[in-house]
């Protein structure tokens, strides 16, 4: 199975940004779909941001405007750049990848938005 190891989590305040990566083990050229999930304390986990191989990104409402996931094929390695960042925006947050029937996840990669 495909490896992933997310980063760049952090505390940051209200209106801040931050940029998270997802490093997978192998190629993600082939991969149908990566995406972003976070989960909150009490919460159960939720889509934030998803991209295909080819086609259009999808974003919850909650974050569209707000919210950009990108890829790098050549890099294995897919991004979510956050920015306008507010407290409900805190959770633990995770990369998936859904390729062959198979679902990988990574260890997630905490964000809180706190003064």
């Known amino acids: 199975q495909v490896q992933l190891v997310e980063s760049g989590g952090g505390l940051v305040q209200p209106g801040g940004s931050l940029r998270l990566s997802c490093a997978a083990s192998?190629?993600?050229?082939?991969?149908?779909?990566m995406g972003w999930y976070r989960q909150a304390p009490g919460k159960q986990r939720e889509l934030v941001a998803a991209i295909p191989s080819s086609g259009s990104t999808n974003y919850a409402d909650s974050v569209k405007g707000r919210f950009t996931i990108s890829r790098d094929n050549a890099k294995n390695t897919v991004y979510l750049q956050m920015n306008s960042l507010k407290p409900e925006d805190t959770a633990l947050y995770y990369c998936?990848?859904?390729?062959?029937?198979?679902?990988?996840w990574g260890q997630g990669t905490q964000v809180t938005v706190s003064s």
């Open positions: 998936n990848a859904q390729y062959g029937g198979f679902s990988s």
């Open positions: 192998e190629s993600i050229f082939n991969i149908y779909l």
